[in-house]
């Protein structure tokens, strides 16, 4: 049995019949850019989320730029985010002119650190990044306390998160803005490139909205520096599909990702993810640590199962950030963490033998690990 580590077929299978008819009728209205469906979309995720505005822009890190530019940060600011994030995180911060300053993350959830935060602040600083990642909220109660100690802006980075909640609240709706993803293989994912910025402060909205379209509010006028950036009307026609789904399929996370809990529990030379309290978090990725990572990933890779790393390299490392003069040593968390974690399939559709085959496979490199339980059988 092969285990893929994300099925998109499975997933695009199930709204197939219902997207078709609606893209005809999209493709015969010629309505390709904004319009009915983009403006569905964007009020039904708003609601989703429990936000006043959804301003759908063409991608992840155009989101998280626009949220920036759109809270006010600019050249010559600092943002404070955590050395564990993709590189979009940075990028976005980049891209405006701001300085990224980076932070190690907790040691359990590999979230950003509150205190590592605050002791990062300076006269320079502007904004905080919290991102949510791999599908769990950060803690932002704790971030919250931060920034508005120092007067500092919050933007969540939630592209990993569509539907997690902390003490009932959504990530997403915490911060000033916050940006998402709907790149495919997120919990919510568009047939490409997509994302969004959220916010219920209308200024904020409505300046985001500006920037995205040259930073034009009317066609030929241009009050600002803009830039192209637009959620497609075929996007938001897949995008609403699964979003009527998105609930589910988030259960179906969470129940793959008990059931990795009761296949892998018992083994000691395995570190499983866990919920932070207040959190129901939505798994969007299934991320386990072992100081046997490479052995691991190669078994699973020869047994057919698909794995990923995210993320092999903490931003400091990485060549283009090379400028910041931050080596080895900066962010010991985040580092270590990166040498350890490996991502094991996980998606909406993925089956209980599945995850028993997963098992056999994890369990067969467990025999004869020191301090490891060495069962070779599934339970």
Not at 98 to 110: H, I, T
Not at 161 to 168: C, H, I, L, P, V
Not at 197 to 202: A, G, R
Not at 281 to 305: K, M, N, P, Q, S
Request: hydrophobic share 45%.
């Amino acid at each position: 049995m092969t285990v893929p580590f994300v099925d998109l077929r499975a997933q695009q299978a199930e709204i197939h019949d219902e997207i078709v008819p609606a893209l005809e009728d999209l493709l015969r209205s010629a309505a390709f850019v904004g319009g009915p469906a983009v403006a569905r979309f964007e009020r039904d995720y708003a609601a989703f989320v429990g936000v006043d505005h959804c301003v759908g822009v063409g991608n992840g890190t155009d989101a998280v730029e626009l949220a920036l530019r759109g809270v006010g940060v600019g050249p010559g600011d600092e943002v404070i985010l955590p050395a564990n994030t993709f590189v979009a995180t940075a990028e976005a911060v980049s891209r405006i002119g701001a300085d990224p300053v980076l932070v190690d993350v907790d040691p359990a959830s590999l979230l950003l650190d509150p205190d590592a935060a605050a002791r990062a602040v300076t006269e320079r600083t502007a904004a905080i990044v919290p991102v949510h990642l791999y599908g769990q909220t950060a803690p932002m109660d704790e971030i919250l306390a931060v920034a508005d100690a120092h007067g500092l802006a919050v933007v969540e980075d939630a592209a990993q998160s569509q539907g997690a909640t902390r003490n009932g609240r959504s990530a997403g709706s915490f911060g000033r803005a916050a940006a998402t993803s709907f790149y495919p293989g997120k919990n919510l994912g568009a047939a490409g490139d997509a994302g969004a910025v959220l916010t219920s402060d209308p200024e904020v909205a409505q300046r985001i909205r500006v920037l995205a379209a040259h930073g034009s509010a009317r066609r030929y006028e241009h009050e600002v520096i803009g830039l192209n950036s637009r959620l497609d009307a075929l996007q938001a026609v897949v995008l609403s599909a699964k979003l009527a789904r998105l609930e589910k399929w988030n259960r179906a996370r969470q129940d793959a990702a008990g059931r990795y809990a009761a296949l892998l529990g018992d083994l000691d030379f395995l570190e499983l993810p866990s919920s932070q309290p207040g959190n129901d978090d939505v798994w969007h990725l299934h991320v386990v640590r072992t100081d046997r990572r490479d052995e691991l990933a190669t078994a699973l890779t020869d047994a057919g199962i698909g794995t990923g790393i995210h993320y092999p390299t903490p931003i400091h490392l990485t060549r283009a950030y090379r400028g910041l003069g931050l080596g080895p040593g900066s962010f010991p968390v985040a580092e270590r963490a990166a040498g350890r974690i490996l991502s094991l399939p996980m998606y909406p559709h993925l089956t209980a033998d599945q995850q028993e085959r997963v098992a056999e496979v994890v369990r067969r490199v467990c025999v004869g690990t020191a301090g490891g339980h060495s069962a070779s059988t599934v339970p």
